[in-house]
């Protein structure tokens, strides 16, 4: 009943739907029912209250338990082709490391919520705790590492006052013409296009697969886990089956 409404009816669950493409609102959906058959243990989302009280009035609908998290956040770099300079990474992590932060958290029980209850939400602990591959956890953090590195080799270039400006005005131009790199501009391309393969490949997924998981169609971690999720919803709930599947390929298109 609960299934049958909501897809006639789609409520906002997600900040990566919008009023026309459901997709992450139904796979939302679909994330809280494995949590609530005991196929996952939580999911973790913004506070923000365009969503958040719809995440809370549909847990409660469900019978799961939800809190809002406090943790704390950690900055995560892996160095790349060109490493960042000592300072930068260490202004960077001075700037995030320690800041409180708060999640949305849904679990089955309330001693599950508790057990997360001022963790760590780096980058890298919050794909763990939403059971994500390790080599996609990886590849993100790899990927933002090389945001800051492009970044900051531009800044050096084109900015011919920056070797002898502070820091801090250092990383707010880094924050400021990530747009306007070539480097970045084309990884970020071919990261669209590895979004809008998996939407229509791995569509019962919520994160970004690695290079490897998106070139391979052997039995890689990323298409294991999308496998295991879409026969849940194949066998338990087939119309949002379906549903996932069309809507993961109209936002696909998105990303063409």
Not at 178 to 191: F, G, Y
Request: charge should be negative; charged fraction near 25%.
């Amino acid at each position: 009943m609960i299934v049958d409404e909501f897809i006639e009816n789609p409520k906002m669950l997600s900040e990566f739907a919008d009023q026309k493409i459901h997709w992450s609102n139904f796979l939302t959906l679909l994330h809280l029912l494995l949590i609530k058959h005991g196929e996952r243990k939580f999911h973790l989302a913004s506070t923000n209250k365009r969503n958040s009280k719809n995440l809370r009035d549909l847990a409660d609908k469900l019978e799961l338990k939800w809190k809002a998290v406090t943790g704390t956040s950690l900055f995560e770099y892996q160095k790349q082709a060109t490493p960042l300079p000592q300072t930068v990474i260490d202004a960077l992590s001075n700037e995030v490391n320690g800041t409180s932060t708060e999640g949305l958290l849904i679990a089955k029980d309330e001693n599950a919520l508790d057990s997360l209850e001022g963790s760590v939400f780096s980058d890298s602990n919050v794909g763990k705790i939403l059971d994500y591959p390790n080599c996609c956890i990886d590849w993100y953090v790899n990927n933002r590492s090389s945001d800051r590195e492009e970044s900051y080799a531009y800044v050096m270039e084109y900015y011919s006052e920056g070797a002898n400006t502070p820091v801090e005005n250092i990383i707010q131009m880094m924050d400021e013409c990530d747009a306007t790199i070539p480097e970045s501009r084309n990884r970020v391309e071919k990261i669209f296009n590895h979004i809008a393969e998996s939407r229509e490949t791995m569509p019962f997924i919520f994160f970004q697969p690695c290079d490897v998981c998106i070139v391979s169609y052997s039995f890689v971690p990323a298409r294991k886990l999308n496998e295991k999720y879409a026969n849940f919803a194949k066998e338990n709930y087939p119309q949002l089956y379906e549903i996932i599947i069309s809507e993961g390929k109209k936002d696909g298109e998105y990303y063409r």
